[in-house]
Nanobody
Framework: QVQVAESGGGLVQAGDSLRLSCAGS????????MGWFRQAPGKEREFVGA????????WYEDSVKGRFTISRDNAKNTVYLQMNSLRPEDTAVYHC??????????????????WGQGTQVTVSS
């Protein structure tokens, strides 16, 4: 079973960029859809975006469309979340999660599992 570990978080200013990485191990990563989620203090976890198993489809939550981009490098068993034009409301712990085998759009949040520990992103105003 694929396990994941996120990295790349940090403290940035509004308008800055960050790239998060999600490294997979322990299973066949390349045939899994992958998702990114985030959880801000006192709030429920919310979907950020996802990428199909071959990387041909990506889809995003409305508030990050045009600012965030998900990509993957199956040769490196890694999925990326490029975040541009960051806003204070993007502050959260970001998690990646494993989706279905051969998964593609559309997927439900409940289709994702094997969450990583997360990486903190803090955006100051």
């Amino acid at each position: 079973q694929v396990q994941v570990a996120e990295s790349g978080g940090g403290l940035v200013q509004a308008g800055d960029s960050l790239r998060l990485s999600c490294a997979g191990s322990g299973g066949t990563f390349s045939n899994k859809a992958m998702g990114w989620f985030r959880q801000a203090p006192g709030k429920e976890r919310e979907f950020v975006g996802a990428i199909s198993w071959r990387g041909r489809s990506t889809w995003y939550e409305d508030s990050v469309k045009g600012r965030f981009t998900i990509s993957r490098d199956n040769a490196k068993n890694t999925v990326y979340l490029q975040m541009n034009s960051l806003r204070p409301e993007d502050t959260a712990v970001y998690h990646c999660a494993v989706g279905p085998t051969y998964g593609t759009y559309p997927l439900e949040d409940t289709d994702f599992h094997s969450w990583g520990q997360g990486t903190q992103v803090t955006v100051s105003s």
